[in-house]
């Protein structure tokens, strides 16, 4: 803790490992928020994991019961409104809503001045007549005004937030630490809404709890940081499940267009035509990008393209289109170029965006006055907005323009988009980091931290990390020495049945359920199939958009079942298994990730920006990989009274395959102190093992343990 303490006291980044159980949450959060109090200073404190911000508000109020402290847990507007309307709209309703209760202000001010005034006017004075006359001419015209003003859209809950006392919500929620149900639940049973509520009661606090969004987008966080009436430096931030932050900065920063939307730019510019000449420069430029993305999108489906096989493949989920080129623009903006017929691409584009300009301030403007009924959006600004990014930036370092095709659930139409993907994060967060006072990055999976801090763009960062601090005798780590499963060959049955046989003895000779994870939903399926015969409890399938937390409590509840899924999913990480719920875990295979063009992508990013030609895989591709595969081991040993086995089936994991298969071993991208404790080991000998690992333990229950 002293260390987090100096680093943040010195405005230096913390990165922090800490495997289950060293306590990483309080042992960053106790000295952020005894800094930031002596300091006057706001801690904020992310995830992406809502199991973690559960655990945060337990921290939180743990803190809150030896201490208080003003503490919030922030939300999205659209998780919390009562009237269910859209960002847009619910904007407007609140600007509407403040202007009638100001306005109400000014008149209530108005009224006791005239009647001061009358009084005095009674008393003789001719001046105080006088004056009053004015103030009654005013208050004429703010009646009129008034009457106008009610004929707007508003929202009664806000409205009785600006003119009730709020002095006990305030009270109520500082009283203990409030989760965003319980500030739903209170501002509905007050008729109030407890979004502008918490928005409105945030400044100054200790302690912040939000999600990754309100921190990784540029706009929502300078919002944020207002609403906490907070400069960047005065904030101290925490990320958890730090290990996440990567891909989360990728999805936050990358931006995308339909066709769709296209589709709805052209029929508005259609209505404008007439009546403003920009429309048909508008046209020129949205309706050949259009043409261009059908036609590319078209070229790339069916044989011999690098997108889906045939259109009649394509399903509900993107499916990428590339369209990138080594050493000359991507092929979307080719066909744009060669499509697009005009008085010249950039003066067409400056009218598509001052049109939609001006479309969105009319709809915002027929919203707020109530000639709408929904407050809408102006579809050429967005296409144009877009069309104006990807035609810039589109061959910048570390933006891979992509295009994506998918089917429409309702018409079974397939449609396309086109995407600017930013592939180094760093491009990013760096500007996060360099902005607030000070962070602490942590999760159970950050080394290499070199790499992490050069991914994210942290200058000189602190680094600390504690493995498992449980007994190590109470836990084994078997290398199982399987062929490889490369892809080429996973379909080999006589590999199949070398795995097959390892998993089944897994299964047999574990005192309790086993969790096994798979590169893939479908390698899972492979296995739970083949492995009908061979195990006698209760199998279960981690199928693709199955929900898994009715799964798990399934599997849980059974005293020797084996859940089959895939490394890549939910289950992963951010989930316990404790005591009998999951004694084995094994993974199966190095579990890489789809190696597509996107991927690829990044890789050459990475190459160009870190100036290594190795960059790419060693940190997009492998280091992911490991850390995943370690999140999973740590879905077992989660108490210093637990125990359990971790298996690693493959022979790239042995500490042999470093010397035998050089580049293709992984072994030497886990920490020294997790390889230390690897136990290379032949497939033929893991029951053995098993069995006498379950047996020291006394785990076997009265039946004794099964016979080998």
Aim: proline content about 4%.
């Amino acid at each position: 803790m002293d260390r987090i303490r100096d680093a943040i006291a010195e405005e230096r980044d913390v990165l922090f490992e800490g495997a289950c159980g060293t306590g990483k949450t309080l042992a960053s959060l106790a000295p952020a928020l005894e800094y930031a109090r002596e300091e006057d200073k706001t801690v904020v404190i992310t995830t992406n994991v809502h199991q973690q911000m559960r655990q945060f508000v337990r921290d939180a109020r743990e803190i809150h019961a030896g201490e208080p402290i003003r503490a919030v847990v922030f939300r999205g507007k659209g998780s919390m409104c009562h009237i269910d309307v859209d960002y847009q709209e619910c904007q407007v309703l609140r600007d509407n809503t403040y202007e009638v209760a100001d306005t109400e202000r000014d008149k209530r001010q108005l009224e006791r001045q005239q009647e001061e005034l009358l009084d005095a006017a009674r008393e003789g004075d001719d001046d105080a007549a006088d004056a009053r006359s004015a103030v009654m001419d005013e208050l004429e015209s703010l009646d009129e005004e008034l009457e106008e003003l009610r004929e707007q859209n508003v929202c009664e809950r806000y409205y009785n937030n600006l003119t009730e006392e709020t002095d006990e919500f305030v009270s109520w929620l500082y009283d203990d630490v409030r989760t965003p149900d319980d500030v739903y639940d209170y501002a509905e049973e007050n008729d109030l809404c407890g979004y502008e509520l918490l928005k409105e009661s945030m400044e100054g606090v200790d302690l912040a709890v939000c999600n990754y969004h309100h921190l990784l987008d540029p706009g929502i966080r300078a919002q944020f940081f207002r609403w906490l009436d907070r400069d960047p430096e005065d904030v101290v931030v925490v990320f958890d499940e730090a290990h996440n932050v990567e891909d989360a900065a990728r999805d936050h920063a990358s931006r995308a267009l339909t066709e769709n939307t296209l589709d709805e730019a052209l029929n508005e510019l259609a209505g404008e035509t007439e009546t403003d000449a920009r429309a048909e420069y508008a046209e020129n430029v949205l309706g050949a990008f259009r043409d261009a993305l059908v036609e590319t999108y078209e070229a790339g489906v069916g044989p011999g393209g690098d997108g889906p096989a045939s259109f009649e493949a394509v399903g509900e989920n993107w499916a990428d289109v590339p369209v990138a080129n080594d050493g000359k623009r991507d092929d979307l903006t080719l066909a744009f170029l060669q499509a697009y017929e005009g008085r010249g691409i950039s003066k067409d584009l400056d009218a598509a965006l001052s049109l939609g300009e001006d479309l969105e301030e009319a709809y915002e403007d027929a919203y707020r006055n109530g000639e709408a009924a929904t407050r809408e959006e102006a579809q050429t600004l967005q296409a144009a907005e877009f069309v104006d990014a990807y035609l810039t930036d589109g061959d910048a370092l570390g933006q891979y323009p992509t295009a994506a095709v998918r089917r429409d659930a309702g018409t079974g139409e397939v449609y396309g988009r086109a995407e600017l993907y930013t592939c180094i994060p760093r491009d990013v967060t760096a500007d996060l980091f360099d902005a607030v006072h000070a962070s602490v990055l942590m999760s159970a999976t950050l080394r290499p931290f070199d790499v992490t801090g050069e991914i994210l763009g942290l200058d000189d960062p602190v680094t600390m990390a504690y493995g498992l601090e449980f007994p190590e005798e109470r836990r084994r780590t078997f290398t199982v020495d399987t062929e490889p499963l490369f892809a080429s060959q996973r379909d080999d049955p006589e590999v199949q049945e070398e795995v097959a046989g390892v998993l089944a003895d897994a299964a047999r000779f574990t005192a309790g359920s086993s969790l096994f994870f798979f590169p893939s939903y479908g390698e899972a399926e492979r296995y739970h199939d083949l492995l009908a015969d061979e195990i006698e409890g209760a199998r279960y399938l981690d199928e693709a958009g199955t929900p898994v937390e009715k799964l798990r409590e399934r599997f849980v509840a059974d005293e020797d079942a084996v859940l089959f899924t895939s490394l890549w999913g939910t289950l992963a990480e951010g989930v316990s298994f404790e005591g009998d719920d999951a004694r084995t875990v094994a993974v199966v295979g190095v579990p890489y990730p789809r190696l597509d063009a996107r991927a690829e992508a990044v890789q050459d990013a990475y190459d160009e920006a870190f100036g290594s030609s190795g960059a790419g895989w060693k940190y997009a591709v492998e280091i992911p990989t490991v850390r995943k595969t370690r999140q999973a081991l740590g879905r077992v040993i989660r108490s210093p009274d637990d125990y359990g086995v971790r298996m690693l089936v493959d022979r790239r994991y042995t500490k042999a395959s470093r010397s035998q298969m050089r580049k293709y071993s992984v072994n030497g991208s886990f920490p020294a102190g997790e390889r230390r404790e690897m136990v290379d080991i032949d497939p033929g000998k893991l029951k053995f093992a098993t069995l006498n690992f379950y047996g020291d333990m006394d785990a076997w229950g009265p039946e004794g343990p099964p016979q080998p």
